[in-house]
């Protein structure tokens, strides 16, 4: 550790900088100090710190042989091999390099197959595994000191699992809603079918709307699950190297993965058979579906900590780290320090402006659908009043009806060239088309789901945010209700959606400089759900700091 009278170069730790962003070596020095006496460190940090070089001057600093840092997506994944890390993605961003099977899967799908079609029970039986994009990926992250993954293949993968060292978890606030998905199973009717395999047990469980399965639905759930391992056999490598052979091999091990979980998470496993209604809605057959969850997101956070030394939680907007750490987690008090810091930004260069005028709840807007119409002309004319024309935006809102209602109320009042629009059907290609696109002046509407977080909007892609929505979880939904009865659960999801507001307006302030002086970034809060005195009590202190209250 050097001394606080001495601050040593960034090259000195590992770091590639020609100077410290504020705040950054304080936060270095702080976690090392944390280390010495606890096994976990909790570090609120706002973007524009610079989080990916903390954790890579805290791995560098000798006391780890390994380090593993887990994101929540690709994006992400990239930043760390900017840092000498070596990432490791997903079997499916690898693609197939055997001719002969390039060459069936695309006359049978039209597609390349990809590492995760991989039909051989190991891979590197492959004749060409020696040289498989993913197992060279794989082999080179797990043997480097500096790795970078998913936390869904490290929650999956044993490999990873067994590395010691530092785990640092980015983007912790995601950490439970990225841990629930993985923990999940889910098939269609169509799906059983095609491999031949039982009756689905329980079907319209609990009418249809699903419930904690107890001991007795066990037994007749597990029964379901080995008499379609036994339908789906044992793979003959020879004869079933075919896009079907590899569905049943995947599917094999996520009866192997569910079987693991039912015993592991026994009592807190929510199962559910029904026909869905959204199904007719994109153009699905409506019929039987049926999906597995757990309501505790702490089995799989501790298969992927156990062997680890240390464990570094870092995030832009924890808040308050009761509600995820103690609570969804189940990790002790005692076991972790939490530290946070302010801005890089001045306030003035990062206003938030408090618009909102109602709730735009349910409720709310089925007693008063002019709503929609109202929230879009305030919405236009903070547009016109508190940005530049040549501006770029974001409007982000819950629901697909509501980004229906703001686009149409955004035209009338702003006009039809003032909206980006997109052609991609998926959430990801939205964000790449936006991204990519350099139109000045233009707004995209979209979900707060998905932009909220790890979307990097820095210089002119996005100079400002809108948030017209608070994402609370739907109260229809029983997997929530039961979820939302725990105390746990409850506090989280208040604690998720207050937090996604605070995520979606640090999408467009990065901390990039112009001229020598921090580029000015605004947001507005355009639901009175984001500024109520409730809301208040979630927010960091830095987020609150920045906001202002339009005067009418």
Known sequence: ???????????????????????????????????????????????????????????????????????????????????????????????????????????????????????????????????????????????SPLMACTYKYAALSEKVQARKGLFVMDEIHNA????????????????????????????????????????????EILTWIFESRKRLGILNLFDEISPVGTEKKKLLEQFDSLIELLSVCAGEVFYKCSKPMYALRYGRPREYEIEFKTISPSYLYHKMTGDKDNILMMSATIGSPSALIAGELKIKKEDYSYIKFPHPVPVDRRPIYDIAEFAMSHSSLVKRPYLYDEQARIIAKWVKEYTHPSWRGIVLTTSYKKIEKLREGLVKYLGKDALFVSTATSLQERIDEFVSDNTEGVIHVDTIQGWGTGVDLRGDIARYCVVAGVPFKNPTDTFETIRMKTPTGKAYATAYAFNAVVQATGRVSRGEKLNGRYMINKSALADKMATSPYAMKHYSDWYKDAMIKEQS
Not at 94 to 116: F, H, N, S
Not at 177 to 201: C, Q, V, W, Y
Request: aromatic share 10%; hydrophobic share 35%.
């Open 176 to 219: 439970v809603s990225e841990l629930l998905d993985i923990g999940s199973f889910a098939m269609t009717d169509t799906k059983r079918r095609e491999h031949n395999l039982p009756d689905f047990p329980l079907k319209d469980f609990r009418n249809g709307e699903g419930g904690i399965v107890g001991e007795v639905e066990l037994v």
């Open 1 to 143: 550790m050097y001394s606080n009278k001495v601050v040593p170069a960034p090259w000195m730790l590992g770091l590639m900088h020609g100077s410290w962003r504020p705040h950054q070596y304080e936060a270095i020095q702080n976690l090392e100090n944390i280390f010495s006496e606890k096994r976990i460190a909790i570090l609120e940090a706002p973007t524009g710190t610079g989080k990916t070089a903390i954790a890579t001057a805290v791995a560098r600093n000798g006391k780890f042989s390994q380090t593993t840092v887990v994101v929540q997506n690709l994006g992400l994944l990239e930043q760390y091999r900017d840092y000498g890390f070596a990432i490791l993605k997903g079997k499916q961003a690898y693609e197939c390099i055997d001719p002969k099977r390039i060459t069936e899967w695309q006359l049978k799908t039209g597609k390349v197959p990809t590492a995760a079609d991989c039909p051989y029970p190991e891979m590197y039986q492959c004749p060409y595994g020696k040289r498989c994009p993913y197992m060279v990926a794989r082999d080179r992250a797990l043997s």
